[in-house]
């Protein structure tokens, strides 16, 4: 679906800016709703191109004045920017503006939250603020005066000048635009200080609003930590004499990694031990860790067009997680990644949303900040790891940053530094970048003489931008045990390149048994024929703890579909098996925590789908309740004693080890409240000193029907707590039986304290009816008309956070005429919308049209 308004922009069109950008000064005269920026911009000719076209992407500004070189021009003005008569030359650009944060619902450009000023830039908000060639391959120097009353007046660098009513922030790093910052407020500060490993001396700084100042320690202790990491893994350093995180209330995602100048959302910085869980603890960590890391993967070295936009997102979330496995587990770490890969990209991959990991057209990029560029593009980076061994890529990284420090780059640069390095051919690996889908690999065995053969098949559908999908280099690890469990051949890297490939094992006395992809380590969709002993096997014995796990996960998978579409009963093995794992005290509970886990509803659909079956929501639900409880009476003598035995004690700590006891004790309690009519639940909640224990009880009681006293004690508790009541929202929707869902989130929304202009706020409560599976599929089409209603009600508040959601009905071709009509029917109410934004109208096009 393309029109005029909303051009596709194409990969293949690029062409280099016309003019470079040699520094920037901006001053800021703040007012909530007539805040004036004037702009001084030195522009040079771009040596590279002989094209001097000159046009300066502007949206929602009204132009005030403008002049080049002194002497005032009248440009031509346009909803996307202007254009104007330039010399041959450089020349000083200048042009004052006026902009209304305080009506910016958007969240894109400078905005209002809560009285203070905060600004997100990326991808292309910062043409919301002035006219400037807002694209990341023009590189600058910005310096920043801020007036306004407000105490804290933050901008990006170093601040070089401040007095009353002002400040001067100066940032010699060139960057783009979309790495601008600016923040003023009525600000707090936790302050800190870090020495590079060469001896600068930096200013650390959590910036919050009056009355969050508690809730900071862990945020800094998460970038201290950071910064340490990087400096002893990468060989990073920071780079200014200051470095400030801010918390924001009113924020699109998670946080921004704007040049020394983080803003967060404040769910991604706030937490103390009553208010936050070891999830949120977690997920803080690793989100300061990657914002910081993005200062030398996204801000040294950037991307050249949007495009490339896993380039810094790929590969800085592969740090992030390699950061989060040091701190922490790293198998524990591997299997959420690969349960959140499986959950939220291979549906993307398998649906019309599947885009390669570089895409090559867009409408509006916001809608490309996803699963696939985000975490298949790690994947990709964690794949290349393998490939070229520890050492090359730590080579291959020392000389990407050497070579391309201060540019915008391509996937192209990245992966000629991995062949420089190596002398590697890396065209079949490119690949991963360029085609769509998620692999699927069959393989089969053959055992003879001693000779253990695996034979493989790789497959990948055809998706709008390629049909004719070629085989691409999958590195397959495997192992081989022997029956008493022991390792006859450790974890072996197979390079899987052609469609079909065998490889041998020689010199084998008895046929082993295969524990394949081990460590998940190519991102596909593996199937084979496995008997239920050897997956029990694995699951007993398997020496990689990944695939101990997927053993586990597999046999409950299989089990849960014979259930729910085979109308068996829970099978007795995968219970015994489970049983045996999370009593053994010598594995760790987090990990047990982990198995005891069933597939999601959205897992067991798509495997069904997958199988050519079409899913039932409804018996999905009730096959998984069935199996909980299946669960809590074979484990039912176990599951006090175990629960008493690790039930944590003491001061709380966030850390892997008492966070993963609780882990454990949380999902041993949501089995015995299925039992014991909610009293184990109702004590914890009672005991519990932190929000982990009191949420977890809480949670256990909704799952099981109960909970309605603790409900309206956690909301009296916690009504001041805006993130605190975010989870209140959350669950309520989340635990609701399929038939209440939507009934419970509208009545949500009827509470003064829902708003829409809160994205947190909106996501808690159609987030959690998007991921009620059976309550937003219910048969009614209840689910479906609220979430389009209020996705209407938001698309002119919140453009961006509307489109994200909409992929709510991505997977609306997997289900029966009548949940496909009324999906389609709420999607086409959305597509006809009057006035209906280009992220949603893009978003509803692409599922509609596939
Ligand atoms: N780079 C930002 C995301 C910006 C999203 C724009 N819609 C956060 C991150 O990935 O670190
Ligand atoms: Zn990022």
Known sequence: MTDAANPTIYLKDYTPPAWLVEDVHLAFRLAPTATRVTSKVRFTPNPD???????????????????????????????????????DGPFTWEAEVEISPETNTALEGLYMSNGMYSTQCEAQGFRKITYYPDRPDVMAVFTVRIESDLPVLLSNGNKQAEGPGFAEWHDPWPKPAYLFALVAGELLNLPGQFTTRSGRDVELNVWVRKGDEDKCDFAMEALKKSMTWDEEVYGREYDLDIFNIVAV??????????????????????????????????????????E???????????????????????????????????MRSEPVKRISDV????????????????????PESFQEINNFYTATVYEKGAEVIGMLKRLVGDDAYARALDLYFDRHDGQACTIEDWLKVFEDTTGRDL???????????????????????????????????PTPECADKKPQVIPFAIGLLDRSGAEVVPTTLLEFTEAEQSFTFEGLADRPVASPLRGFSAPVILEREVTHEDRAFLLAHDTDPFNRWEAGRQLAKSALLGMIDGGQSPDQGFLDGLRRLVTDDSLD?????????????????????????????QAIWAGRQAMRLAMADTLSGDLQPLYDRHRVTGPYSPDAGPAGRRALTGALLSLITLRDGGAAAAAQYETADNMTEQLGALSSLLAAGLGSLQLGLFADQWAGERLVMDKWFMVQVAHARPELAAQVAQGLTERPDFTMTNPNRFRAVFGALAMNQAGFHHASGAGYRLMADWLMKLDPVNPQTTARMCSAFQTWRRYDADRQGMMREQLDRIAGLKGLSRDTGEMVGRILDA
């Open 49 to 87: 191109t002989t094209d001097r076209r000159f046009f300066l992407e502007g949206e929602q500004l009204t132009l005030i004045r403008a002049a080049i070189d002194g002497v005032e021009v009248s440009p031509t003005v346009s909803p996307e920017g202007l254009t104007c008569d330039v010399p």
């Open 249 to 290: 209330d009113d924020f699109n995602m998670g946080a921004m990694e704007n040049k020394g100048l983080n803003i967060f959302n404040s769910s991604a910085v706030l937490a103390s031990p009553e208010t936050a869980t070891d999830a949120n603890f977690e997920r803080i960590e690793a989100i300061i860790a990657h």
């Open 292 to 326: 910081y890391f993005h200062n030398w993967t996204g801000n040294r070295i950037t991307c050249r067009d949007w495009f490339q936009l896993c380039l810094k997102e790929g590969l800085t979330v592969f740090r992030d997680a390699q950061f989060t496995a040091d």
């Open 339 to 358: 349960l959140d890969l499986r959950g939220r990209q291979f549906r993307e991959d398998g649906g019309p949303l599947a885009h390669p990991v570089r």
């Open 427 to 461: 065209s079949q690996f490119k690949l991963w970048y360029s085609q769509a889908g998620t692999p699927r690999v069959d393989m089969t065995e053959d055992w003879a003489d001693g000779t253990y053969t695996v034979h493989l098949k790789q497959t990948l559908r």
């Open 589 to 617: 509970p987090e990990f047990r925590a982990l198995c005891m886990g069933l597939p999601s509803e959205d897992d067991l659909a798509q495997a069904l789908s997958d199988a050519g079956r079409t899913p039932d929501p």
